[in-house]
């Protein structure tokens, strides 16, 4: 029985992210799964995973980026940006 329910990609509930110890098992249950994972040269002992998300001033089209350490599975950090697929995407109709 649902009681109640909560949006929860608004960059407003990505500050949850600082507070107390994220792993890939707690994120995934927060903000279900990744649209996708990338791993990066220049970055060999992270992923980052990045979810898409309507939000910004001008309720455009967001991604969040959420950065883990590969050894501990651990959040490193995160930022918001942008999506520049899906508004290029949307400014082309």
Do not use: H
């Amino acid at each position: 029985r649902i009681s109640s329910f909560e949006q929860v990609m608004a960059p407003n509930m990505f500050d949850q992210l600082n507070e107390g110890s994220w792993d890939a098992a707690k994120v995934r249950c927060a903000y279900g799964p990744p649209a996708q994972i990338q791993s990066f040269p220049d970055s060999p002992g992270r992923i980052v995973w990045e979810y898409r998300f309507m939000g910004g001033a001008d309720n455009e089209f967001m991604m969040l980026f959420i950065s883990f350490d590969r050894a501990t599975n651990q959040v490193v950090n995160y930022s918001i940006g942008p999506d520049p697929e899906m508004n290029l995407l949307a400014g082309s109709q």
